[in-house]
């Protein structure tokens, strides 16, 4: 998955996607749409947080554009003591 900046559009490269499971054999918009939906749910389902890393540095400057970073509170010991 990679996002350009040019197009302002989420590319994936089917050649890098190795789910042997997944979408046999869908290329393009189809696969693009299934890729986006297994991140879609595991962000969704991430009861206290979710950590998103992107090794694509254009990846990683569109997604801290819409999607808020933690910002650590000063009273985390607080939050910690109350599990």
């Given at each position: 998955m990679?996002?350009?900046?040019?197009?302002?559009?989420?590319?994936?490269?089917?050649?890098?996607?190795?789910?042997?499971?997944?979408?046999?054999?869908?290329?393009?918009?189809?696969?693009?749409?299934?890729?986006i939906n297994i991140y879609k749910t595991l962000m969704y389902r991430g009861i206290r947080g979710t950590y998103i890393y992107a090794c694509n540095k254009s990846l990683q400057e569109y997604l801290k554009k819409h999607i808020e970073t933690f910002k650590n509170p000063?009273?985390?010991?607080?939050?910690?003591?109350?599990r």
């Open positions: 990679d996002y350009n900046p040019t197009t302002n559009q989420i590319e994936i490269d089917a050649k890098k996607y190795y789910d042997k499971y997944g979408r046999i054999g869908a290329s393009g918009d189809e696969l693009k749409k299934y890729i000063s009273n985390l010991e607080f939050y910690a003591t109350m």
